[in-house]
């Protein structure tokens, strides 16, 4: 198997699963003692690729989130709904390829679906604008709020995006006030709200449609008020600090279950989802279904004040009387 | 002429030499500031009698929160609440240097709590909850404590039927705060729905500059959008947008002229008239059809 895209931190482990792939190619039924070494090599990667991911560091963790092979959200929508039917544009400027809009089906269950949609190669990546939507993006995404509110369908999030687009033309069209707007109108959705943090959780452009009743995220996704990088430029002047910035950032799914922000972290295969996806993707679908079932029935009015309650609660302050 | 006399005379002609204006006579000598944007001399007394905005180009200078609230709510109408509401370190955020020491150095230097002031108020006798930002507190970034106080300004607001009148300045998320910052702005775009749920009108006067996650939040979701003239506002900074796109930013992007243009906010008020047009803008959503 050939890799496009190889993590700094686990080079020697995949240069040692490379040379391995290639004495699997040989026909090793007249010389056992190869056949020995090979099996050998085996169970050396096993235990090398134990120590490479047994701790990850958020850094770690943001190079798996971004990797190119790691699944998208066009291939849960196709991996784990049925009867999709994507729905395009904002009625008003365009259509976003950055954002990915459907009608689908979970376990039986017809939802709406949502996600950041960044491309798997040059080409792709180009027309969705490596998942960076512009306001026409988030517009489209609020159309589809409306449209789950109106006719009582769960909505299922799906969050990968580095952030809203930088760009002259963004800002021209409100890209501050698509996210706001957008804001607004998911925390008083009348229908339960179920948010999946897929890969990465880039700024506003994530929160955009990146929270609800249940926030479940990847074992290696991350989410951030900002990208280590530009958050590294500015404290330190150097974007080289990102590394260490990542962990100060408090950015990985555990981290966020201990600030009380993620509800639940659905474990990955070792060395990242890239590597199993089928596994991946059964482990999201039961527990999307799970979340949608459990909120399921809830009065509409009870929903929002429990989201609210939700949202109300994150922050860490303190009262000095004064 | 004795030296001391020649050097007071001297100072005269340095301290006057502007249109040859001279100084009110209650401002102690040699208190001046520099237009950043047209680079004259403007002397203090000049700056206060004009609301701090240039009276050679009209340059809006920053305000303080106070300066703010005393600018907009009646004399003596303001009482401000959760005054002691404040961030701490929750993540332990330490690069370059720690979290707290900004933290106190802001506080020092302010003689605020936090990057944002909240109190009840009347402007124009109509009874409001009134914030203003204070961009000399780590940016008036918005952190846990600026969150919570703009919610509570939108919550107090709701039950009691005040409308909300919020002054923007800011440089977005407070990153020392992580997630908790970013959450800040689901959390007050969802206290800002509820007011609007409850029929209460919500103006907001973005000031410069008003950035990032403040504007992308509360900031915008007003039903009237007020700017102060030459304000810096938007979602992304120049820097990031010039790295991203590798050009040139056209000249007045993301002022407050240009979002006019663009159809993001209803108006681009000057300081002298901005509590004037709260007011009337108060009278059309809260007084209803019906004139007394
Ligand atoms: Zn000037």
């Known amino acids: 198997m050939t890799r496009r895209h190889v993590m700094e931190f686990e080079r020697p482990l995949v240069e040692l699963e490379a040379k391995l792939g ?22 050396e990667i096993e235990a090398l690729r134990e120590s490479t991911y047994a701790d990850l560091s958020a850094w770690d963790r943001v190079q798996i989130s971004r ?126 709200v179920v948010a999946v943090g897929i890969g990465e959780g880039g700024s506003g452009g994530a929160l955009a449609i990146g ?35 990542a962990t100060c950032l408090a950015m990985t799914a555990t981290d966020l279950v201990g600030l009380g922000i993620v509800d639940e972290i659905i474990p990955e295969p070792v060395g990242g989802a890239h590597r199993d996806p089928g596994e991946v993707f059964g482990a999201v679908r039961g527990r999307v279904s799970e979340a949608l079932k459990a909120l399921s029935g809830r009065d509409p009015d009870e929903l929002v004040s429990m989201r609210y309650a939700k949202l109300r609660a994150v922050g860490v302050i303190e009262e000095v009387q004064g | 002429m004795s030296i001391s006399d020649w050097f007071k005379a001297r100072e005269a002609r340095r301290y006057t030499a502007v249109n040859g204006e001279r100084v009110a006579g209650d401002v102690p000598d040699g208190v001046w500031n520099k237009c950043s944007s047209c680079k004259r001399i403007v002397y203090e007394g000049q700056l206060v009698a004009n609301l701090r905005v240039c009276p050679y ?111 923007t300045a800011s440089g977005g998320a407070r990153m020392q705060e992580g997630m908790l910052s970013l959450m800040q702005m689901a959390k007050t775009s969802a206290a800002a729905r509820r007011l609007a749920e409850a029929r209460l009108p919500y103006i907001s006067v973005l000031t410069n500059p008003t950035m990032g996650g403040v504007t992308a939040s509360f900031a915008v979701l007003a039903d009237v959008v007020l700017a102060e003239p030459g304000a810096l506002i938007g979602f992304a900074g120049p820097r990031v947008i010039e790295q991203t796109i590798k050009q040139h930013l056209p000249k007045g992007f993301q002022s407050s002229e240009y979002l006019l243009e663009h159809g993001m906010v209803d108006e681009v008020v000057v300081r002298g008239q901005l509590t004037a047009r709260v007011t009337t803008l108060l009278g059309y959503l809260a007084g209803g059809g019906e004139q007394a």
Not at chain 1, 26 to 36: K, Q
Not at chain 1, 133 to 144: C, S, T
Not at chain 1, 171 to 178: H, K, N, V
Not at chain 2, 132 to 148: H, L, Q, Y
Request: glycine share 10%; with cysteine; hydrophobic share 45%.
């Open chain 1, 67 to 192: 990797h190119p092979d790691r699944p998208k959200a066009q291939d849960y929508l196709a991996a784990i709904f049925t009867d999709v039917v994507e729905l395009h544009g904002d009625r008003c400027y365009g259509d976003d390829e950055a954002i990915v809009a459907a009608l689908a089906t979970i376990d039986g269950r017809r939802v709406a679906v949502l996600g950041h949609r960044k491309g798997k190669n040059t080409r792709e990546n180009i027309a969705r604008n490596f998942g960076m939507a512009h306001p026409e993006g988030f517009r489209k995404a609020m159309r589809i709020m409306r449209l789950a509110e109106k006719f009582g369908l769960p909505l299922v999030t799906l969050i990968d995006t580095p952030g809203a687009f930088p760009g002259i033309e963004a800002e021209e069209r409100g890209q501050a006030w698509a996210i706001a707007e957008s804001l607004a109108l998911l925390s008083g959705l009348r229908v339960p």
């Open chain 2, 57 to 167: 180009c009209g340059n809006h200078f920053d305000l303080t929160a106070f300066e703010r609230i005393d600018l907009l709510a009646d004399p003596g109408s303001f009482a401000e609440f959760d005054a002691g509401v404040g961030s701490t370190d929750p993540l332990g955020f330490v690069a370059a240097k720690p979290y707290t020491v900004s933290l106190e150095s802001a506080r020092e230097r302010s003689g605020l709590t936090e990057g944002v002031v909240v109190g009840r108020a009347t402007i124009g006798d109509h009874p409001v909850v009134l914030g203003a930002m204070d961009f000399r507190f780590i940016g008036a970034s918005m952190g846990s404590a600026v969150g919570e106080k703009i919610a509570r300004s939108f919550e107090v607001a709701t039950s009691e039927r005040r409308a909300v009148v919020l002054c």
């Open chain 1, 211 to 245: 929270f609800g009743d249940r926030l479940i995220m990847l074992e290696n996704s991350y989410y951030s008020v900002i990208s280590p990088e530009a958050c590294a430029s500015i404290l330190h002047k150097d974007a080289g600090k990102a590394a260490e910035v």
């Open chain 1, 22 to 43: 290639e004495l699997r190619q040989l026909d090793l039924t007249a010389n056992p003692e190869l056949a020995a070494e090979v099996a050998a090599l085996a169970v």
